[in-house]
C-alpha cells in the first residue's frame, strides 16, 4: 500500500532523564514498549509495541491471564491499577516472591479508569454527584472527552 509506513510493531522512542536500557518497559502516552537497545538521554532507540517480553514485576502473586499494570515509578509490573498504565496480560504465572514476569503487551492502547464505588445515593442530587463522580474519572483517563 502507497501510504503504509510501517507494520507499528516497532516505534522510535526518545530517551528521557537516565536514559534507557535495553529490554526497560517505557511509557509513551498511554501505551507501554519495550526497549530493544539502550541509550543516553535525548538519543533515539527502538521499541517494541508488541510481543511477550520477562520484566521486573512488584511483589504480586500473577495467574497465567491477569491484566498487568506498568508502575512507571517502581519500574515495575503489578497488578493494582491504580494510578498505573494498562501494559497487557500475564503470559504465565509467577509467585509473590519471584522477581519477573512475562507480560503480553497490548497491541493497542487500552484505557482504564480509576474505580467508581456502587452509588448507595437515596435522592436525586446524590445519584447526580455519583454520576458526574463517574464522568470526571472516564475524563481523567481519557475515555470521554472533556468538552
Known amino acids: 500500500m502507497k501510504n503504509e509506513i510501517q507494520s507499528g510493531v516497532r516505534i522510535l522512542v526518545t530517551a528521557g532523564a537516565g536514559g534507557i536500557t535495553v529490554g526497560d518497559p517505557v511509557v509513551v502516552g498511554n501505551k507501554v514498549v519495550i526497549a530493544m537497545a539502550s541509550c543516553l538521554e535525548n538519543e533515539t532507540v527502538v521499541a517494541m509495541t508488541e510481543g511477550v517480553f520477562e520484566v521486573d514485576k512488584a511483589t504480586d502473586a500473577v495467574s497465567q491471564g491477569d491484566t498487568l499494570f506498568y508502575d512507571a515509578s517502581a519500574k515495575k509490573m503489578t497488578k493494582t491499577a491504580a494510578g498505573n498504565i494498562p501494559a497487557g496480560y500475564a503470559f504465565k504465572s509467577a509467585q509473590s516472591s519471584d522477581a519477573t514476569v512475562q507480560v503480553d503487551l497490548y497491541r493497542y492502547s487500552k484505557l482504564v479508569a480509576a474505580v467508581q464505588a456502587d452509588s448507595t445515593a ?21 475515555i470521554m472527552a472533556n468538552k
Open 122 to 142: 437515596s435522592t436525586v442530587a446524590g445519584a447526580v454527584a455519583d454520576i458526574n463522580a463517574l464522568l470526571a474519572k472516564l475524563k481523567a483517563a481519557g
